[in-house]
C-alpha cells in the first residue's frame, strides 16, 4: 500500500499543547508517532477535537519511562495514559494490528500483536478515522482514501461492512454520530449492513453502552442523531421502553442549546425524559392495585430502571437523579402552600422544574398554569 501525503499546516493556536509536549518527547526519543483518528479529520473540518489521540510504534512500556507521571492502562489493549491534571490525560497507542491470534483450542495468546503503521490503519473504523499526521512534516498519511472522503463528505468502512461491524456492533452507532456530526453520508454499504444487524448491538456490555450514549446524545446534532438511530433501527437495543414523542424531541432540542451556550448539561435529565413515558404507563398499571400513589410511583421507577439498565447501565447516582426528577413532578403539579418553600430548596428543583417546563411545551399543555405560579415563586 502506498500511502498518499498531504502537507497541511495546522494552527498551532488548535492544537493541543500537551498532546504536542507528548508527541516531541516520544519523537525525540527516536520513534515514529503521529496524532491520528478523530482529532486529524476534525483538524482538517475546522472543528475542535474533542479529544487527541497518539500513535507510535514505541512500545506501551517503551512511552511509560520517557514520562514520569504516566500509567499503562487495560489488559486486553495495553496503552499508556499521560497524566497532565486530576481530568487530563493524552492517550497513547502502540500500532497494532487488528488480528486476535488464538492457539488450537481456541484460546487467546495474543490480543495486543503489534503491528506497523499500516496494520494500525486497517484495525481503525471508517476512512476519515484513519488519517495520521506527522506534525514534524506538517504531513496527513491518508492509506485509505480518508482525506478524499472528508473531501465528499462521505463515510466508508475500512474494510468489509458485514465483518467489521459483527466484529464490534458498536461500530453502526459510531457511523449514526459521525454522519451526524459532519453531516456526511453513509455509504450504501454501510446503510444495509445496518438495517440487517443492528440486533448485535445487543451484544455489547451494558457498562460501554452507557459510554456510548453520552457521546450519542450529548452534543449539538442530538435530535438527528436520534431519529437516525430510530430509522435503522438501534434505537430499541438501546431504549427499547423509549417510543418518539414531542418532549422527547424538544428535551433533546434544548440540550443541544444548552451545549451551543456553554451551558451544563446532564445525562440524568435526558434519560428521565427518555422513560418518563414508560414510567407513566407503568405507574398507571401499578396504580390499579395499589392504593398508595407514592408507593405505586416508587415501583413503576424502580421496574423501569430495571429494565433499562438490562439494555444501557446507568450508575447509581444517575438513577437517583432520575427518580428524584420524576417524583417531584407530582409534588410541584400540586403546588400545594405549605410544601413550596420545601421544594424550591431542594437541591433536584431546577431539574425537576426544567422537566415540568419541557412537559407543558410538549405533552401536557394543560400544565402551563402550573409552570407559571413555579417561575413566579422563584422570583
Ligand atoms: P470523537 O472523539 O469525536 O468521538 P473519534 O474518532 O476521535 O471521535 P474516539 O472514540 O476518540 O473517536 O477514537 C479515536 C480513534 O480510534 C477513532 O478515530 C478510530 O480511528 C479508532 N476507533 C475508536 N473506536 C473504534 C472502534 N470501535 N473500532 C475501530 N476503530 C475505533
Ligand atoms: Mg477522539
Known sequence: MKPVRQNVKFDKKFLDKDALK?????????FEVYLVGGCVRDLLLGLEPKDFDIATNAKPEQVHKLFKRSRLIGRRFRLVHVMFSARKFIEVATFRSGQVQTAKSGVIVCDNCYGSLEDDVVRRDFNINALYYDIHKQEVIDYVGGLKDLEAKEIHIIGKAKLR?????????????????????LSDEI??????????????SPARLYEECIKLFQNEYSFKVYEQLE??????????????????????LNTSARIKQNKPVTPAFLFAVFLWQAQNERFVMIKKKQRSFYLAMNQASEEVIINQIKQVSLPKWLTA???????????????????VQDLLQNPRFRMAYDFLLLR?????PELKDVV?????AQQ
Open 165 to 185: 461491524f459483527s466484529e464490534d456492533p458498536v461500530r453502526m452507532i459510531r457511523a449514526i454520530r459521525f454522519g451526524e456530526k459532519l453531516s456526511a453520508s
Open 372 to 376: 407559571k405560579f413555579w417561575t413566579k
Open 321 to 339: 437523579r432520575i427518580r428524584d426528577i420524576w417524583m417531584m413532578q407530582p409534588k410541584l403539579e400540586k403546588m400545594h402552600p405549605k410544601k
Open 360 to 364: 407543558s411545551q410538549s405533552i401536557n
Open 231 to 252: 430509522k435503522y433501527g438501534l434505537l430499541k437495543h438501546l431504549f427499547k421502553q423509549t417510543h418518539k414523542n414531542d418532549f422527547i424531541k424538544k428535551a433533546l
Open 22 to 30: 507528548v508527541v516531541n518527547t516520544i519523537h525525540k526519543a527516536g
Open 191 to 204: 446503510k444495509s449492513c445496518i438495517l440487517d444487524q443492528a440486533s448485535l448491538l445487543s451484544n455489547i
